[in-house]
């Protein structure tokens, strides 16, 4: 791991590590999260499934102190699995509830991901102040100059348009 972190096999993945702004700290998130009473402006959670040692990551008490780690401008972002996956949507439903209980705006969204089993996927953001659907995705993407390979501006809008057993799922 140590040579991933370097850059020296994928510099194109690892280069953002040496960015004096950011720190890699391998440990259990969890009992990293519980410590911190502040400080943070974003929270990403990339999970595996939410069986054995990542079931804690689906949990409220995480998501609260996800919450009282973030900045009053944070966000929060977790990985949701698949709304396809039966087994998988109990889950889904209650990280949706235990977020909108804590956050003012709670945004669910979805990505195909092809590599992942059902290909659809989804994601939910929470914030305590920013509303991704409330800004004008056109205009970030022409002032930064972005051009990106795959995300776009309507993209952006459209990730958040969800398919309607989802919004059920989700209601």
Not at 133 to 156: G, M, P, V, W
Request: charged share 15%.
């Amino acid at each position: 791991m140590l040579l991933l972190c370097t850059g020296r096999f994928f510099p194109q993945l690892t280069n953002s590590s040496n960015d004096s702004r950011s720190e890699l700290i391998f440990g259990d998130g969890i009992a990293y999260l519980k410590d911190q009473s502040s400080g943070f402006d974003i929270i990403l959670v990339d999970s595996t499934d939410p069986v054995g040692p990542a079931e804690g990551l689906f949990r409220r008490a995480f998501i609260e102190d996800c919450h009282k780690a973030l900045n009053p401008d944070g966000i929060l972002c977790l990985q949701s699995e698949s709304p396809w996956i039966a087994s998988l949507q109990p889950i889904i439903s209650q990280v949706n509830r235990d977020l909108k209980e804590l956050f003012p705006i709670v945004a669910p969204y979805t990505a195909a991901i092809q590599t992942y089993q059902a290909g659809l996927w989804m994601f939910q953001l929470a914030s305590k102040q920013h509303n991704p659907l409330q800004i004008d995705a056109n205009k970030e993407f022409a002032s930064r100059n972005l051009s990106c390979k795959y995300y776009t501006a309507a993209l952006h809008n459209a990730a958040f348009v969800l398919p309607q057993f989802v919004n059920l799922l989700l209601s």
